[in-house]
């Protein structure tokens, strides 16, 4: 049985719609949501465990329709509990726990707000028996200046937990492939640490997991070395660094040089809390007092992953606020690497360049007038590097790092999907108008946490031949409390299926000819059969 509630969302409601003005991009609007699903995951890592086994892995969904321009969000998370619900939903109000990625208090809400007018999010916490649903419509909020905002709690059976954000309506314009493909990459790149250490799961749609490419770290012999001595040892180009900001903030990690120059690689990523804030395509961090000018060797094959701590990043995670620490960290860096065996002589001197017997070294950074200037500034500080010797890192397990870039699985045939949907049967069909003939590829779903008894599916129209008709992919949610109960055979799913996509087509056509209300009525028709 379905309850109403309210929470209320005060104390200004208005500032929900000065959200929609951050300076944000899609990107890192929904990176807030999966930082909420890892927060979630380390606060309750525990209760997860003791109900899932010690293998338990955190998986994200992340689903962006381009027929309707909706973006839905899964996680198999915690959860929000009932103590945690009402702070979760109201502006600006700072959770209990600060130190992991929720801190702010406002990821969700911001993001959600920053790309539509219209969400909602159902969830259910470990430890509850109770669903909960909330819908924001910030038009209507700011407008009546609701206060009180109505959500609906359902006892369930099901012994899950897990967090549904349902993005419709969006305005923004990244749905054609170009923009999603470089969508994924980025927050791919922005993962890689809990990706790398199998942490996460992340998801797209009905794609296999995203892994990342290995590209391999030099390993050769000093440039000045072999000049003496052609039978030189090779070294593995990497090192440890370490830099103390003072009051508790420092830096770990370490910088490499890559075999091959790939300028679109190269560069330092910077994590905080083991998400990268830096460092991405779109925010390539490659200052050039450590890689000279674009286009140089170094821009082309310097590489490196730092993780700080204890310095501050900006509401919306895409940058640090360096209050004045940023100078002198990259002058030690800069140090560092024309310690020899120098990484600036190296760089500029390709492997196939040492086989050969070609020792010309180009001129480097390593003489920029820059630097020179700058050298008798750089603090005292102890360096982890290791002994300056030819044996760099012997404790490196491999030659090869994984980067930014994913890849698809596909070659990985026996990898199983994401076992939101298992066994789903596809049926096809045609739906006539007088403005022109849709055909229909229907799934039916055992995905339970399908929010709408019927929803759009746009992977199961990518491989189809282009058509005069229109094409339309949709699920029907098996799950779903209506289907349970009045659909028994397979006689009736098939009638619902027919109902469910005249309702879609309906909304499509009624768009088409400038109609924005028409996902009112089927959100509505949802939660009339919700209640039958």
């Given amino acids: 049985m379905q309850k109403d509630l309210e929470i209320n969302i005060r104390p200004k409601v208005s500032i929900l719609y000065t959200l929609r003005h951050l300076p944000y991009d899609e990107t890192y609007a929904i990176a807030e949501f999966i930082d ?8 309750y890592e525990k209760e997860l465990k003791e ?15 381009r027929t309707n321009k909706k973006i839905t969000i899964k996680d198999n998370a915690a959860g929000i509990n009932k ?4 702070r979760a939903f109201v502006a600006a109000m700072l959770p209990s726990d600060r130190t992991g990625l929720s801190e702010f208090g406002m990821g969700m809400k911001s993001a959600a707000c920053w790309l539509s007018n219209n969400w909602q999010v159902r969830t259910k916490a470990v430890g509850e028996e109770i669903e909960r649903t909330i819908i924001f419509n910030i038009a209507e909020i700011v407008e009546k200046n609701i206060e009180n905002l109505p959500y609906f709690e359902e006892e369930v059976v099901i012994d899950k937990h897990y967090t549904i954000v349902q993005i419709s309506n969006t305005d923004k314009q990244f749905f054609n492939d170009k923009d999603i493909k470089q969508l994924k990459q980025d927050l791919t790149s922005i993962y890689r640490h809990f990706i790398r250490n199998e942490i996460i799961e992340l998801t797209f749609g009905d794609d296999l997991p995203e892994k990342f490419k290995n590209f391999e770290i030099l390993n050769a012999p000093f440039i000045d070395d072999l000049k003496q001595n052609t039978e030189s040892e090779t070294i593995l180009w990497k090192r440890d660094i370490g830099f103390n900001f003072g009051n508790g903030s420092n830096a770990k990690g370490f910088v490499c040089l890559l075999e091959t120059g790939i300028s679109s690689v190269a560069g330092f990523v910077l994590f905080r809390r083991g998400r990268v804030i830096l ?18 060797k170094t821009a082309q ?5 730092i993780h700080l701590d204890g310095i501050n990043v900006t509401h919306t995670k895409d940058n640090f606020q360096w209050d004045n620490k940023m100078e002198n960290f990259l002058q030690f860096i800069r140090t560092e690497l024309t310690k020899s065996p120098s990484f600036y002589k190296q760089v500029n001197v390709s492997y196939l360049d040492i086989k050969k017997g070609n020792f010309k070294v180009e001129p480097n950074i ?4 820059i630097i020179q200037n700058t050298q008798n500034s750089i603090p005292e500080t102890p360096s982890l590097f290791g002994n300056d010797n030819k044996t760099l890192n012997t404790n490196i397990p491999n030659t090869k790092i994984a980067l930014k870039q994913s890849q698809k699985q596909n070659e990985k045939k026996e990898e199983s999907k994401p076992d939101l949907v298992q066994n789903p049967k596809i049926s096809e069909f045609s739906i006539e108008l007088q403005t022109g003939k849709w055909n229909v590829f229907m799934e039916r779903s055992d995905d339970f946490t399908m929010n709408e ?25 098996m799950k779903h409390r209506f289907i349970q109960k009045y659909c028994t055979d397979d006689s009736k799913i098939e009638i619902m299926e027919k109902i469910a996509a005249s309702l879609i087509v309906a909304e499509l056509t009624a768009k088409e000819s400038g109609s924005d209300s028409m996902y009112e009525i089927r959100r509505n028709v949802n939660q009339v059969l919700n209640r039958m």
């Fill in 36 to 43: 909420n699903a890892i927060d979630s995951y380390y606060k």
């Fill in 51 to 65: 109900i899932e086994g010690e293998n338990f892995k955190l998986k994200i969904n992340i689903d962006i329709s």
């Fill in 83 to 86: 103590i945690e619900y009402e």
């Fill in 279 to 296: 460092g991405t395509d779109k925010n390539k961090f490659a200052p050039e007092l450590i890689f000279g000018k674009p286009g140089s």
């Fill in 301 to 305: 094959r310097l590489y490196g992953e």
């Fill in 366 to 369: 390593e003489n920029n007038s």
């Fill in 453 to 477: 008894i019927v929803d759009f599916a746009d992977y199961l129209i990518h491989d189809k031949p282009k058509s005069n008709n229109k094409l339309i992919g949709l699920k029907l949610a």
